[in-house]
């Protein structure tokens, strides 16, 4: 009785494993009709760049000479633009603009400030006009001046 059971149980077991393999060789050629892409044909297209007219030029010419005349301070190195942007308040001591510009630096394993070099960088920012310096209770408060908003917006 159990070998008549054994053999009814692999019988029915090959019968699955046969309808698993007709399916999946019955999906196989299904997947070799073509799809979209085989069936278009792209064609090559000119494309002409279009010609700056010289209005547009002059134009642009002139606003660029008149950027760089009215804020010839723009040029910041990365050192100067990771301190200024560290400002998140209107008013900072040294030490806390010091915690912030040396957060983002750690961990991309970039050296961090040094007070030294902090100080010379925030002495470069205030004789740029983008800060200004207050002695309160014998230490420096670095203040945001209204050209260092526009800056950092």
Known sequence: MENKNERDKVKKD???KKKIR???EQMAQS???PVAK???QLKHVEVK???ISPATQNLANALKDR???QDQFERLTNDELTVLESFTSKRMFLTRIAIIA???RLPLGIEPFNKADLEKILDT???KGYLEVELVGGKNVYILTERGKYRLQ
């Open 22 to 24: 007709g399916y999946i």
């Open 102 to 104: 040396n957060q983002s």
């Open 125 to 127: 920012l205030v004789s």
């Open 14 to 16: 090959s019968d699955d």
């Open 31 to 33: 997947k070799k009709t």
């Open 38 to 40: 085989d069936l278009v």
């Open 67 to 69: 950027y760089i005349e």
């Open 49 to 51: 760049k279009q010609e």
